[in-house]
């Protein structure tokens, strides 16, 4: 897996790969742990890790701020496992994120927030790589 970005592995935190009640992963503070699920896939493994190494580095969240944390954390674990030049060769051959997705080994939903959380000059730099799409070229 190669984590890119500001994603990086917080210090004294281990992992833990057991089987969750429910969840991919969960981010333990007290005992600095990081738990995974076996049964995910390689693509939901990534995106699980990068996503509880977010949560790792920001420290814990107040409950009234989890749904909003949930969906930054997941844009910037998708930033860190999706390089910008990445997405725009692939959005070059399909603008359909789930076959984007496939080739780049992440999870559709891990995609899907890379292009929601696209900055200005992201979005820009593709739109115009992708124009061929939307002219029918």
Known sequence: ?????????????????????????RCRWGSRTIAID?????????????????????????????AGEERTVHRLAARALIAPDV?????????DPRVVAFDLGVTCGLAGARLDGLDIAERDRLRAATAHHRDGA
């Open 1 to 25: 897996m190669d984590i890119r970005g500001d994603v990086t592995w917080p210090s004294e935190w281990r992992l833990a790969v057991e089987v969750l009640a429910s969840g991919r992963g």
């Open 38 to 66: 076996p049964r995910l896939t390689p693509e939901e493994r990534a995106a699980t890790i990068a996503h509880e190494l977010v949560h790792a580095s920001w420290g814990p969240c107040p409950g009234w701020a989890k």
């Open 87 to 95: 997405l725009a060769a692939e959005l070059q051959w399909s603008p």
